[in-house]
């Protein structure tokens, strides 16, 4: 016979509500994971203008992340935040500059950069 949830007293916090005497119910909770994130770490040369991906890897389906561009002209464009594993899609605009311009993609305190040579 299987016992149903709510007729159980010892998951009631006051026993004496099913005819005990009164005691107090202390829960534990496991130690929580620690959650480690690695990040493709290599710089990358972009194209004059398009997508690229990058993978997130974590330790545990539910360390979170977050990604975060530092320039305009590159866009994390989806996964860019989350938990567990995945990938980050960015997008870069073409460069209208004379000169090269380096950005970055920082995940979880990791950096990745883009270097974009000037056309």
């Not at 320039?71 to 995945?86: N, R």
Request: proline share 7%.
């Amino acid at each position: 016979m299987r016992a149903r949830p709510f007729a159980i007293c010892a998951l009631w916090l006051l026993a004496t509500a099913c005819g005990g005497t009164s005691s107090s119910i202390s829960v534990t909770s496991p130690t929580a994971a620690k959650c480690e994130v690695a990040v493709e770490n290599a710089a990358r040369d972009a194209a004059p203008g398009g997508n690229g991906s990058l993978m997130v890897t974590a330790s545990a389906p539910a360390c979170a992340w977050t990604a975060t561009s530092n320039a305009d002209w590159l866009m994390v464009t989806s996964g860019a935040s989350g938990p567990g594993s995945g990938p980050v899609l960015y997008s870069v605009s073409p460069n209208v500059l004379a000169t090269d311009r380096t950005g970055t993609i920082t995940i979880a305190g990791q950096t990745f950069t883009v270097v974009q040579l000037h056309p």
